[in-house]
């Protein structure tokens, strides 16, 4: 597949090179010819149409020629001599072959046709004023010139008839000659016409091109449609070859689709097939990638069935999360549900009857062999390197659901409270999940779906993402997202006015949600990064939008996922728009919750926890859960390496040391993004035993924050003294602290 591989550009303009190409559009490219038309002023037409003229004329001559010769040839003088001038029937018997009667006729001519050329021309150049005067009533470009045509033809078969006419004798006669040629003028202007839209359905060429298909190379490039806009109906055996050569040739397949969307309307039916068989090349060459799949929609009698999507889209999530995953065993999982929906995917192709679906089975079976290849070298490298048992843990991204379900502990206390809100507000707060960075917000919201019920449609929008930060590119992708959930395509109007815009997006949510049978949740993931990049931007505006929309419906919730209370985002304030927030805060796991994370992730997990090795783990990660799945993930590793089954401290204290080399993430988010200047001198008070200064309201509200987010906790009883108040809940967090925050400092001078 070359990518460089493109249709002629010449094939979209709609101006013409020459007048000759022009007069050519006449019979091969209305379209053109029409859009052509749009672009010129009322001036350029009439003088555009004269050029044209010339060519006009130039058959006109060629017919002149031709109607003379066929005199000659059939030797009319002689036939019908009451026609004819004295001169002509006394000196016609004396001219002997075909060839000295036509030079005989030529002379003759010249002495007469010159005055009836010169009326000929004036009144057709009189008749393409009229007609060009009556563009104003929408006769178009394409008729006039069409009109001019067959006009030409009566005038150019008069103009050659005329010059031999009797001018001398029975007068009744001459009349009836005039009439007699006039005649036979307008038949065969009359036949031309009928002949024209004859062949405007270009139905003379479906048997040449039936019979060229077996012997002439088929193509892209080389076809019917790139020559003539007036084929109404498909050519036999020519679309299959143009499909054909488009699964293979997918870039020039996409030009030509264009180039039929934009000027071959009766081949719509054959644009949307190649669509089709154009995203089926997409799949075909580029094997297990999310990012150049393609959901058809909209492609009328070809559209795909609504299962057949409703799959490809399942496709598409699955592969952007097998692509990000790290873990080799996780890798594997998600691959196998590739393989799973790539195998429904062509059961559907198999019973699906159009033409198309072949296309696609290529392409579905191309994948399946590439990930069955793929499947086997990971499960052999997994076997290589984690003989004791899988590594299941996830250190660096969210849980996603599906194949890693098991991983994903607790929470059942906030979806109770989550259901509880909505289902018995009678107007449903802006909901608020908090909690600090790395410990499950993500996975939490990944996993809403699926917790909630079917009584709810999730649609996250990670506020991190490039697309996100400017409003109208988030409003757009919040249009994608809902269009693909709710299964409808409609657009939103997007506006330079961020209200008008607003109140489009507003309409779209209303029109679209209010009859639905669950509730739409539109997550924003990270919502500082809204705040920053969207609410600072357009200061008051859309919160006063947001809550004046909550306000009114109960639909469609909004829910925000971040670090910080509503109560630390100003400028504008959050917490005055919304005093009624409702706050989920997501904390680290209990102790429970973390033992069955380490000691039974998963029903084929092959290590073995004493209570006091577990306890130790849970010691060091006090439930943080991303520091746990690390630590445990460390602790699998040195069991692979080691062969060793059973987990003991020594491993435990191995697996500790490397986390920060694994995932220092939460660490650094902490100290760099969390902390200013007066939480960390509480922290390094803390670190180094000294009693936290409290003498400002600074200092006060820093140790404040610390507490309330859960970084550090009051110590009471035998634990405290007179300088020692407060610790890091976290050790690994103390461990980093001590051994690293200097490190990080130093980076961001």
Known sequence: MVQEDRLDPHYFSTTPRSSWELFKWIFTEPIKL?????????????????????WIFLFSFILFTVSTFLIAFFDIPNLYFW???????????????????????????????????????????????????????????????????????????????????????????????????????????????????????????????FVSNFFVNINLRNNLYLNSGYISFSILHLEKKIADDSFFRPYLSADFMFFLFEFRPYQRKLAFYLANTFHASILYHYTLSSDYIEIPKNYEKNQPTE??????????????????????????????????????????????????????????????????????????????????????????????????????????????????????????????????????????????????GSGFKIVKIDMQSPSNKEFNLLIQNINQKLNEKLGIDETIEINDNTLYTWIAFENYLIKYTKELNYKIIIAFDEYEAFHKNIVKKHKDDILANMRSFIQSQNQVIFLFAGMLRISDLTSPNWDEYFPQAQRLKVDYLSKEESYELITHPVDDFNLVYS???????????????????????????????????????????????????????????????????????????????????????????????????????????????????????????????????????????
């Open 34 to 54: 029409d859009k052509f038309d749009d672009s010129l002023s009322r001036i350029d037409s009439f003088f555009l149409s004269f050029k044209t003229y010339i």
């Open 83 to 209: 026609f004819f001038n004295n001169e002509i029937q006394n000196s016609w018997e004396n001219h002997i072959s075909i060839y000295d009667k036509f030079l005989f006729l030529l002379e003759m001519e010249k002495k007469t046709m010159n005055i009836y050329m010169l009326i000929y021309l004036f009144i057709l150049f009189i008749i393409s004023y009229i007609l060009q005067f009556a563009k104003s009533v929408y006769l178009g470009t394409n008729f006039i010139l069409v009109l001019l045509f067959s006009l030409s033809i009566i005038f150019g078969y008069i103009s050659s008839s005329i010059s031999f006419i009797n001018f001398v004798g029975n007068y009744d006669v001459h009349i009836l000659s005039i009439i007699f040629n006039y005649m036979i003028g307008f038949i065969i202007s009359i036949f031309f016409l009928l002949f024209y839209y004859f062949i405007f359905l270009k139905l003379y060429f479906y048997i040449y091109y």
């Open 307 to 452: 299962n057949f999507t409703n799959t490809l889209k399942i496709l598409k999530d699955e592969l952007e999360k097998y692509q990000i995953q790290t873990n080799i065993h996780n890798k594997v999982a998600s691959l196998k549900e590739v393989i799973k929906i790539l195998k429904n995917l062509e059961q559907q192709m198999l019973i699906e009857k159009r033409g198309w679906s072949e296309y696609y089975l290529k392409a579905i079976r191309a994948n399946l062999n590439e990930a069955n290849a793929r499947l086997e070298n990971l499960e052999l490298e997994a076997k290589k390197h984690e003989p004791i048992t899988a590594n299941i843990y996830e250190t660096g991204n969210p849980l996603s659901p599906n194949y890693q379900n098991q991983l994903f502990k607790g929470r059942k206390d906030l979806i109770d409270r989550l259901s509880n809100i909505i289902y018995t507000s009678q107007q449903i707060p802006l909901l608020l999940i908090q909690g600090q960075r790395r410990v499950g917000k993500t996975s939490l919201i990944n996993y809403l779906e699926q917790l909630l």
């Open 611 to 749: 209570d006091d090795v577990a306890d130790e783990v849970y010691r060091w990660t006090m439930g943080h859960p991303q520091l746990l799945q690390t630590i445990c993930s460390n602790i699998v590793t040195i069991a692979n390496q080691t062969n060793q089954k059973r987990v003991n401290k020594e491993m435990v204290e191995k697996a500790k040391d490397e986390v920060f080399e694994v995932n220092e993430m939460p660490m650094t988010i902490f100290w760099r993004e969390f902390c200013g200047d007066a939480e960390r001198e509480v922290i390094e008070q803390i670190l180094a035993n000294q009693t936290i200064t409290q003498e400002s309201k600074e200092q006060r509200r820093a140790l404040a924050r610390l507490v309330d987010y859960g970084f550090i906790m009051r110590l009471f009883g035998a634990e405290a003294s007179d300088s020692v108040q407060y610790r890091i809940f976290v050790p690994l967090f103390k461990k980093w602290l001590i051994e690293r925050r200097d490190l990080i400092e130093i980076g961001n001078n």
